[in-house]
């Protein structure tokens, strides 16, 4: 029966193991340990940057009496190390058995894991890379460490250094809460190594989605609550994401953002993306209200096309969250801060000094957010959660191809209204479906006018983007997520005057839409591709 002394009971730490591959802080960690009565056990290239810094070391082999072999795979799985940190200091057969066995107690793990998501996320790496990188004996050890707690301190995370030696100074030893926690730390380590590895290698079998979904993130921090006031709420950040993402945005100014602030600018950021994608030279600008757009534009510069996104719904505009996809300058940031409106959050890849300053100066608490060049590497997924499971979906990064639609019915499209088609596509692809969008070309680019969104029939969303572009609609390109089941919406958007009507195609009634653009010498072109967001 194991035995543990008060709960209470400070664990001193006479013994510790340390073995890193972030080298950061870990001299100053270990002289300090040193200092305080420690012994030092350590491995490899740890053992040689503390002895290089003149600290006193017992290393590994010399502590077992058995020598590291098999290219540094088998060094700690030794019995002495792990009878060391194992052992219950309580337990009177317990320490018999370490006794007759010469095993000395081990009160500190100080280990980090080799970086295999870093590794396998290197463009060309090679299975047998990726395999060496598959730590062992470092697992091991935590869990081991961690299993432990009553009695031993176990250390994940180089941010956990100063905590442990501020209680060994004030207390001699560390606190079994401060040890509890550490050992959850630890075991959430383990967790996400192992689910990256078991990721890793069923994707080098060709499976697209895993056997076990792991989700995996670091709680960033609680939120003062959710969609509503009487629902908690936390922020997650995945390690794995890599480029522009919210979650790992710099914020540079403004109050803490929300759990609907977060939403809404990922919403926004997503748009950003795609109408980045369409014209990489241009700037494409859009403002979301409740993870819908409520204006979007593409145009030469960040000013001109958050002047056309705003106009897109200048009422619902204000108290929106904006983001562009290029470098916001002075005249991007004037635009912003023009008369009756203000934004909930700004988000771009950067904002110029001025810029900058500017925001700063007309908001107090507008929340502006910088996430570097907007880039995406590696398949995306969706994952969203329902009673008693999850559903897991590939992203849809799929960008607006507009060289590549067909053309149904009607005159041969124009360059200027298949440009223009693009943009509203993208805008479309970020409504809530059933979503219908229409806007087209304005000033020097292209501009979303008005949508539909959310509702439950299509002849409605038509009717709400109409009413929403309002004259706007005449001459414009009118863009369908999904196809139309009968002729009554392009009835109303022709009946508002829109002469181009993009929609995927795939109805056995097409023939009817078909039919009704050609008598009305309106251009009917299908993507072949649904755009679906729900």
């Given at each position: ?12 730490v ?9 080298k950061?802080?870990?001299v100053?960690?270990?002289r ?27 290393l ?5 009496g058995?020598?590291?072999m098999?290219d540094?795979?088998?060094?700690t ?8 940190i194992?052992?219950v ?9 370490m ?41 091991s050890?935590l869990?081991?460490a961690?299993?432990?707690?009553h ?7 180089p941010?956990q250094?100063?905590?442990v030696l501020a ?12 040890r ?8 959430e380590?383990?967790c996400?190594?192992d689910?990256?590895?078991?990721a ?9 989605f895993?056997r076990?979904?792991?989700a995996?993130?670091?709680r ?6 959710g ?5 908690p ?7 794995g ?7 790992g945005a710099?914020q540079?100014?403004?109050?803490e ?14 748009l ?7 014209e990489?030279?241009s700037a494409g ?17 960040p000013?001109e ?13 204000y108290?929106g ?12 940031a ?9 934004f909930e959050?700004?988000i771009a890849?950067?904002f110029?000094p001025d ?21 995406r ?10 009673p ?10 799929t ?16 360059a ?9 596509e993208?805008?479309v ?13 304005a ?5 979303l ?7 439950m ?11 929403k ?5 005449r ?16 009835e109303?958007l ?8 993009v ?10 839409t ?5 008598q ?15």
């Open positions: 029966m194991q035995q543990h002394n008060s709960p209470s009971r400070v664990a001193p006479r013994r510790a193991l340390i073995s890193v591959s972030e950061r802080g870990i100053d960690f270990a300090a340990l040193a200092g305080l009565g420690a012994e030092i056990l350590s491995t490899g290239g740890t053992a040689r940057t503390l002895r290089d810094a003149g600290l006193l070391v017992t590994v082999e010399e502590h077992t058995f020598p590291e098999l540094g795979r088998v060094k799985l030794h019995p002495k190390i792990h009878g060391g194992l052992g200091r309580g337990n009177a057969e317990h320490r018999a058995k006794a007759e066995h010469g095993i000395e107690p081990i009160d500190l793990v100080c280990v980090d894991l080799y970086k295999f998501e870093d590794t396998v996320a290197r463009p060309g790496i090679t299975l047998d890379e990726a395999v060496e990188q598959i730590d062992i004996g470092g697992p050890m869990r081991s961690a299993k432990n707690f009695d031993v301190t176990v250390i994940s995370d941010s250094y100063e905590r209680e060994l100074r004030e207390h001699g030893g560390t606190t079994l809460e401060t509890m926690d550490l050992a959850a730390s630890a075991y380590r383990t996400t190594f689910a990256a590895i078991s890793y290698l069923r994707g080098r079998q060709g499976e697209t895993p076990v979904l792991v995996t993130g670091a960033a921090g609680t939120l003062r609550y969609e509503n006031p009487h629902q709420a936390a922020l997650y950040v995945d390690s994401a890599r480029g522009a993402v919210v979650a710099e540079l100014h403004g109050k953002l929300s759990y609907n602030n977060l939403l809404d600018a990922s919403a926004a950021l997503e950003a993306l795609a109408l980045a994608a369409l990489p030279g600008a859009c403002v979301i209200k409740h993870t819908n757009p409520c204006g979007a534009a593409l145009a030469g510069s000013g096309a958050f002047d056309l996104a705003i106009a897109g719904d200048p009422l619902a505009a108290g969250i904006a983001s562009c996809s290029t470098t916001i300058d002075l005249a991007g004037e635009r912003i801060c023009g008369p009756d409106r203000f959050v700004v890849p950067d110029a810029a900058l300053a500017l925001l700063r100066d007309r908001w107090k608490n507008v929340r502006l957010l910088r996430t570097g060049p907007l880039a590497t590696g398949v995306r997924r969706d994952i969203r959660s329902i008693g499971g999850y559903l897991v979906q590939e992203h849809d990064d960008p607006p191809a507009p060289a590549g639609w067909t053309h149904a019915a009607g005159p041969k499209p124009e200027a209204m298949l440009r223009a088609g693009g943009v509203i993208a805008a692809r970020a409504l809530s479906s059933n979503a219908v969008a229409i806007g087209g070309p000033g020097h680019g292209c501009a006018f008005g949508g539909g969104a959310g509702q029939d299509r002849v409605a969303s038509c009717r709400l983007a109409v009413a572009a309002g004259e706007r609609a001459g414009a390109v009118a863009v369908s997520d999904a196809f139309f089941p009968f002729a009554d919406g392009p109303i022709i009946g508002a005057g829109v002469r181009m009507i929609h995927p195609g795939g109805s056995k009634r097409d023939p009817d078909f039919a009704l653009c050609e009305h010498g309106v251009t009917c072109m299908t993507t072949g591709v649904r755009r679906f967001r729900h």
